[in-house]
């Protein structure tokens, strides 16, 4: 994932969701997440979540949503309502 995320074009955009236990292989990815999107998820615990939708070389415009506990991912996980336009 590392390569294909830093391969894209700038102006590309994505959406990321975690499920369950993302933080287990976030390391690989976060570096990439950080630099090209805009998006820090290190503070994110075991079984928290995130969720994020992020232009790459665009930082200002990311929208980030985390939820750092597994507790509260349990009652309140992350989450996002967004519309895109003029892409």
Do not use: C, W
């Amino acid at each position: 994932m590392r390569d294909y995320l830093s391969q894209l074009n700038d102006g590309s955009v994505i959406v990321a969701v975690s499920a369950d236990e993302a933080t287990n292989h976030l390391g690989i990815v976060e570096s990439v997440f950080q630099r090209h999107y805009g998006v820090r998820v290190h503070d994110v615990r075991y079984r928290g979540s995130f969720a994020f939708i992020a232009q790459k070389g665009y930082p200002d415009k990311t929208v980030l949503s985390k939820v750092l506990s597994e507790e509260k991912s349990h009652t309140t996980p992350a989450h996002l309502n967004a519309i895109i336009t003029g892409i």
